[in-house]
């Protein structure tokens, strides 16, 4: 059973830079054609995917949010982080992390409880 666990801050100031961590037990995150992502759902609106970082290292961001997002990984802990810099108010979420396949990237199989995050002064 793959279990993943995040954790960080729960409140930011605009213009810092939100840093989560994701620990993955139960499972490595270099298994072979696992991607493991960061999504995130705002008050009162749907999901948004942020990024991934695949089993080998590559990495992929959402457009909207590359410019200020960067996902990576220590494999000696089994965990990955995101960090997004240059917060606003606007990127209060609860923040998860989670696990697909990598042929159906969008079809998470293990989520993470998800993290609030307040971005505020």
């Known amino acids: 059973q793959v279990q993943l666990q995040e954790s960080g801050p729960g409140l930011v100031k605009p213009s810092q830079t939100l840093s989560l961590t994701c620990t993955v037990s139960?499972?490595?995150?270099?298994?072979?054609?696992?991607?493991w992502s960061w999504i995130r759902q705002p008050p009162g609106k749907g999901q948004e995917w942020i990024g991934y970082?695949?089993?080998?290292?590559?990495?992929n961001y959402s457009p909207s949010l590359k410019s200020r997002t960067s996902i990576s990984r220590d494999t000696s802990k089994n965990q990955f982080t995101l960090q997004l810099s240059s917060v606003t108010p606007e990127d209060t979420a609860v923040y998860y992390c989670?696990?697909?396949?990598?042929?159906?990237?969008?079809?998470?199989?293990?989520w993470g409880q998800g993290t609030q995050v307040t971005v505020s002064s």
């Open positions: 139960g499972g490595s995150i270099t298994t072979n054609n696992y991607y």
């Open positions: 970082i695949t089993y080998s290292g590559s990495t």
């Open positions: 989670a696990r697909s396949p990598a042929w159906v990237a969008t079809m998470y199989d293990y």
